[in-house]
Every structure is written in C-alpha cells, then in structure tokens.
C-alpha cells in the first residue's frame, strides 16, 4: 500500500524547536516530489514549500521561506518539516503529500497537529 | 504568486442535487489544475487533476473542466457522502502552488 505516515502530534512552548517526519512506503520514495501543507484551524489549506527526495532541492512559498526548513533523508525514506524557533502562530495541523502530475498531491500524510502555547 | 477563487463559499444541496463549484485564476495557468475534497478531521483526497482527469477511485459523478483562469467542478447527483469542503489548487509550483479558500456543501 502506498501511504505517508506522519509523527504524532507536538505541544510546544513558545522559541523552542521542532522537527516533524513524513515517511513513505510502498513506493520509489526518491520517484516523487514531498510536499508541505499547513492548515490553521478552521482555516484553508496553505502550501508551505517541498523537496525532491532525490537530491534534497527544495522550494518554499514566500510566506514560509526562512521560517522553516524542510528536509530529506532518502535512506530512511523520510521528509521533515523544521522549526527553530516556535511561534504561537505555528499552532496548526500540518499534512505532507506526494507530487503527482505536476504538483497535484495523490497520496497524503494523516496529518500531524502542533500546538505552541506557553 | 497566482491567487486562486472559488464560488459560491458555501452551498446547501439535497441529495441527488447537481452541484458546480467554479474556481478563478488571477491569471492563466493552462491546465495546472485539481480539486480536493476534505471532510472534518481528515486528510484532503484527490479528486481531479490537470483540470479534468479523475483520480483513480473516485466516483465518475465528479467531473472536473476548464482552462486558463477559470475552470468548473460538477458533482452530478450528490450523494451524503460527497458533504464537504472541496478545494481548488493551482498544481504548478514554478507558478507558486496556492490553493482556492474552498467551498463547503452542506446539507439542505
């Protein structure tokens, strides 16, 4: 089965970091771009940026450049999404997807929900 | 980046409703198109994608058309289980993926 299993759920206190993991299985990890999606609660769904697996290039949305760092380690099949420094406002629901047909997104992680509360 | 519009917000249907949902593109993006369904607390699901094809396993009374800035996804007779929000998406990250504020149909 092809699929996307994400890392549980994080409570963080506020300028502490956090890395998340997205793993792949049933398929050629390195084959597909990873994507990164945020979605607020109540909120929409915002693309955040994604990685080749392959060789580990990225892109991210202007809104998310510099604030986080998304990564790759293709031996374990993994992508991560990286905070250094924790905001209130990072509090959301965080999916990664997998690239298809351009940048339409076939398979998705369950999602991993992030709450930053001091 | 390309900004992306969805109408109506919202809309209440009965089943066996035809249901469209259009979505706009500030500005042509060919066929760089999909749609998503997402029901509460779940994981978006592809439905559409380059406009018009349909994801393997959905059901074919989702349809998907358009080019350009402005394209269309019908749902030809609604059943209870296609209650949710659905999401546009321009699929070209060269062009700045960016998705449409979705619509929500509910249940009249």
């Known amino acids: 089965e092809v699929q996307l299993v994400q890392s549980g759920a994080e409570v963080k206190k506020p300028g502490e970091s956090l890395r998340i993991s997205c793993k792949g299985s049933?398929?050629?990890?390195?084959?597909?771009?990873i994507s990164w999606v945020r979605q607020m609660p109540g909120k929409g769904l915002e693309w955040m940026g994604r990685i080749d697996p392959s060789d580990s290039y990225t892109n991210y949305s202007p809104s998310f450049q510099g604030h986080v760092t998304i990564s790759a380690d293709k031996s374990i099949s993994t992508a991560y999404l990286q905070w250094s420094s924790l905001k209130a406002s990072d509090t959301a629901m965080y999916y990664c997807?997998?690239?298809?047909?351009?940048?339409?997104?076939?398979?998705w992680g369950q999602g991993t929900m992030v709450t930053v509360s001091s | 980046d390309i900004q992306m519009t969805q109408s109506p917000s919202s809309v209440s249907a009965s089943v066996g409703d035809r249901v469209t949902i259009t979505c706009r593109a500030s500005?042509?993006?060919?066929?760089?198109l999909a749609w998503y369904q997402q029901k509460p607390g779940k994981a978006p699901k592809l439905l559409i994608y380059a406009a018009s094809s349909l994801q393997s396993g959905v059901p074919s009374r989702f349809s998907g058309s358009g080019s350009g800035t402005d394209f269309t996804l019908t749902i030809s007779s609604l059943q209870p289980e296609d209650f949710a929000t659905y999401y546009c998406?321009?699929?070209?990250?060269?062009?700045?993926?960016?998705f449409g504020p979705g619509t929500k149909v509910d249940i009249k």
């Open positions: 049933g398929y050629s990890f390195t084959s597909y771009w």
């Open positions: 500005q042509g993006i060919s066929s760089w």
């Open positions: 997807a997998r690239g298809y047909s351009g940048d339409a997104f076939d398979i």
């Open positions: 998406q321009q699929a070209n990250s060269f062009l700045g993926v960016t």
